[in-house]
Every structure is written in C-alpha cells, then in structure tokens.
C-alpha cells in the first residue's frame, strides 16, 4: 500500500507517489497549460477512480478520470458536465468533485454556482434543477475568485441531504436528495452588507465535516471561522485564539472529529500568513482552543493556501496517524505524517497550487 498525492495547479496536475509518506517521487505535469482547480481520490470499489476538473483556455472545461492512478485518462466526448438546454447558462469551471453516498455517486460543483450529481463515477453529469431554480439564485453574486460552488458535503448517515457552499451565496441544505433547498447561514457574520446578518449572500470559503459527526460542522469564512452542532441551523465563531479569522481552507481529522485545522491570512487587503510566517493552527477541542504548528514549513513566506490545498488522508482508516498535505501559491507542497507536528517539502516551483488530495491505495 502507499499514497498518492493529487497536486492541481493553474498549469496542470502533479501526482506524487509515496510508500511511507517521507520519500516522494513527483510526476507531471498532466493536462499541461490547464488549471486543475478540483482534484478527487475515489476509493469505492475495486479500484480507486482518480477524477480531475480541468480548465482549457482553448477547449473549455472538461471533468478526467483514471483507473490506473494516472498511467491513463479518459473523458466524456463533449464534456461529462454541461448545462441543459434551456437553462441559458454555460459551464465555466469545475470546482469541486467529491465522492458520494450512493454507489458511484459523485457530486460537482461549477461556476456559475449549480450542483451536478453523476450516478457513473463521474462520467457523466446531471444538473440538480432543485437548486438551480431556487428564487435566491439571481442574487448570489461573485467572489474575488468568481461565483461558484466550491463545496459540497454529503452526508454519510442520510444520502438525502447535502449542505453545500458557495461563493457568494454561503450555505445552504436538502434533506430530500436535491429537490428543495434551504439557507442554512444564522450567525455567520457577512460584514460587507448594511445588515450583516442576512438570510444568505454570505462569503463561505470552505465547511468541512467529519463522517461520525455529521451534525458538527465547521467553516472558514470570510473573515470568521465556525463551528456548527446541529448541522448548520446555527453557527457559533471559533476564531478566538488565532492570529487572524482569515483563510480559506478548514479541514477536520479524518479520525477524530473534534481535531480541525486551518491556515490563516491576514486580509482583505494583504492575503498573506500574519508576519510573513506560514503556519498550521490545530484545534484539538473543536474550537475552543488553538496551537500553532510550524516545524519544517519556511520561516518567512508570503504564499497563500487556497480553500481546496489542504487535506487529510484516510491514514487512521489503515492504522495510521493522518498525513496532511497543503501546497501554496507559490508552487510549494508540503506534508505532516504526524498530523501537522512537522512538515517535509514534496515539491517546489510548481506552478499556483490550487487543490490538493491525497489517498492511501
């Protein structure tokens, strides 16, 4: 058994290969000059699926999958995600890919901010009109990075509800597969509007969860990180403690789920880690607390870490402590074998790095 290490970047996806998480071989890049923004590790099955959203400025975006850890890819002719006729819309990135609940369920999440949900492992697509029609659609706006969903949280204990996130829009809920949709945003804060606690319009970056817990979820905003413990009814800030409640990933342990992580900023105007020093901030009690972790990662960085380049592997599922994997905008990778105590550098000088995913196979 060893890990494979999804890299997506702005200008293609790199695929580390590890058989005990210290030593790394690199290899990429793959769909070269397209930017890789949703990367997916699908371990259902015989085999593990690995699944790319790629964007080409020539043939527009398109959704890859490989059944060989990425000795080969594949694609649907036309594209595996597209917008009905009708729907006077045209896909403009993928965003998201995550593995479902039902067998060979994938979801996806594009912009403009719909939902797709794939019954073939992600081979093809059907839009999730329930969500597309919903009356708050016309007022979801844009994002510094665009309008779109970039989140998208099954949950494992009812394959009936789902909670998604968008930018901007925040979060919203279904508890009948997709057929109707609720906000779901009371006490996220969304400052930049004359009421700051409106039903939705909310500028989520990220909300994770971890599968024994699906009541407590948690969500890095911008500008505020939350927990909620009843499915996101209501949110309550965790923020206290750290250095800034900027940042756009959050990621909860994939063994315990009181354990999340997040890598913040200083923003809106710097985007940059708080002193030039990129750090990892630990929770251990859900939020009540925090510790910074910094060993092995640069003493003096500027780079940011997106919402989707940093992640968890499936390491206690085989025994293991949780390996974490972040990469940044200036090309570096990094990864915890120790559940963020220390780093090693995997790569460096690649270009923006935009997701990271990372599975044991």
């Not at 998201?96 to 901010?113: H, I, K, N, R, Y």
């Not at 508890?175 to 039903?199: K, L, M, Q, R, V």
């Not at 105007?269 to 009690?285: C, F, I, K, L, Q």
């Amino acid at each position: 058994m060893g890990t494979v290490l999804l890299i997506g970047t702005r200008k293609g996806l790199w695929i580390g290969r590890s058989g005990d998480r210290v030593s790394w071989e690199l290899e990429g890049p793959h769909f070269p000059m397209t930017a890789v923004y949703a990367t997916c590790i699908d371990t259902r099955g015989d085999r593990p699926r690995l699944l790319v959203g790629t964007m080409s400025e020539h043939w527009g975006p398109q959704v890859s999958w490989s059944d060989d850890l990425g000795a080969t890819w594949s694609e649907t002719p036309g594209g595996g995600v597209r917008f009905p006729n009708g729907t006077d819309a045209a896909l403009e990135q993928v965003w998201q890919l995550t593995p479902g609940v039902q067998p060979d369920e994938v979801w996806a999440g594009t912009q403009p901010s719909a939902l797709f949900r794939s019954t073939d492992r992600g081979e093809t697509f059907t839009l999730v009109q329930g969500l597309w029609d919903h009356p708050h659609r016309p007022e979801w706006g844009a994002g510094f990075g665009g309008q779109a969903i970039h989140t998208i949280v099954p949950d494992p204990a009812d394959p009936a509800r789902v909670t998604v996130a968008m930018s901007t829009g925040g979060v919203y809920r279904t508890e009948d597969a997709g057929a109707s949709w609720s906000p779901h945003n009371t006490g996220i804060s969304a400052y930049f509007f004359p009421d700051p606690w409106p039903e939705f319009g909310q500028c989520v970056h990220k909300v994770a969860m971890h599968p024994s817990r699906p009541d407590m979820l948690y969500a890095q905003n911008h500008h505020g990180v939350y927990r909620s413990d009843d499915g996101g009814d209501s949110w309550t800030s965790i923020a206290e403690g750290l250095p800034s409640d900027f940042g756009f990933p959050i990621v909860v342990h994939p063994g315990r789920p009181e354990t999340v992580y997040v890598f913040p900023l200083v923003a809106d105007s710097d985007r940059m880690p708080p002193g030039g020093a990129p750090r990892v901030w630990r929770s251990d009690d859900a939020g009540r607390t925090w510790r910074e972790l910094g060993k092995g990662l640069p003493e003096t960085s500027y780079a940011a870490v997106m919402r989707d380049a940093f992640s968890a592997d499936d390491g206690p599922a085989h025994g293991l402590a949780a390996g974490l994997y972040l990469g940044a905008r200036d090309g570096s990778v990094f990864a915890s074998d120790d559940e963020g105590e220390s780093w090693r550098e995997v790569a460096s000088h690649l270009p923006d790095v935009m997701s990271v995913r990372a599975a044991l196979v």
